[in-house]
């Protein structure tokens, strides 16, 4: 039982180009998170998703897009890499509709961007 | 401005010793969780608190909701190696459905 996946795990790419992070489920959990982790700002909210094809914004969205056609799957998009975005992104989804509800992280992707 | 303020930032000690951890705010939140997160892997769930003034326990780990529910504290009695890692609080603001961490406490534990 895999629960959440991430792909790559490790990611080294160049300023301007186009960057897709995988995230996949195993379980039919409704949300859908992205986060990025930096030194000194902790864990962020980018985008989420509450259901296949309903996508809203986090924190820190400029410079992302995302889509969920399928419940089991949010990936991550950078359209044009910056090496501000250098960062550890994790992918989490949520057991239930409610906010005390337990999140569930991914692995997490370490995406460099030079 | 942080929303959640964790202290302190980083904490190293010996085995066998207790220490507390303090996540302050001043919102008001819905519910406070607590994660513990391992190099190279995300954070997983410890503890969510909901009511002002609860306190739950789990094993060494003690967890306090503020009355007023705008802070949260996480107390470890006896730690041993095995609790290091970077522990984080999270939090529900009433209206919002998604979580706002802390920026996490980093624990390390010798022996």
């Known amino acids: 039982d895999a629960g959440i996946t991430q792909s790559p795990r490790y990611k080294i790419t160049e300023t301007g180009r186009q960057v897709t992070l995988m995230c996949h489920q195993t379980?039919?959990?409704?949300?859908m998170f992205w986060y990025r982790q930096d030194l000194g700002h902790g864990l962020r909210l980018i985008y989420y998703?509450?259901?296949?094809?309903?996508?809203d914004k986090g924190e820190v969205p400029d410079g992302y897009v995302v889509s969920r056609s399928k419940t089991e799957n949010f990936p991550l998009t950078l359209e044009s890499a910056t090496r501000s975005q250098t960062s550890v992104y994790f992918c989490?989804?949520?057991?239930?509709?409610?906010?005390?509800?337990?999140?569930?992280f991914g692995p997490g992707t370490r995406l460099t961007v030079l | 401005t942080q929303l959640l303020e964790q202290s302190p930032q980083f904490l190293s000690i010996q085995e066998g010793e207790n220490l507390t951890v303090y996540c302050n705010s001043s919102?008001?939140?819905?519910?406070l969780q607590w994660y513990r997160q391992e190099p190279g892997e995300g954070p997983v769930l410890l503890v969510t608190?909901?009511?002002?003034?609860e306190v739950k326990k789990l094993k060494r780990l003690t967890f306090q909701f503020g009355d007023a529910r705008k802070d949260s504290s996480l107390h470890i009695t006896a730690a041993q190696p095995g609790d290091t890692g970077l522990y984080l609080c999270?939090?529900?603001?009433?209206?919002?459905?998604?979580?706002?961490f802390g920026k996490g406490t980093m624990l390390l534990v010798s022996p």
């Open positions: 999270a939090g529900v603001r009433s209206g919002y459905s998604t979580l706002t």
């Open positions: 379980w039919s959990h409704s949300y």
């Open positions: 989490a989804t949520r057991a239930g509709t409610g906010e005390t509800d337990t999140q569930y």
């Open positions: 919102s008001v939140f819905s519910s």
């Open positions: 998703s509450a259901a296949a094809d309903i996508t």
């Open positions: 608190v909901v009511t002002g003034g």
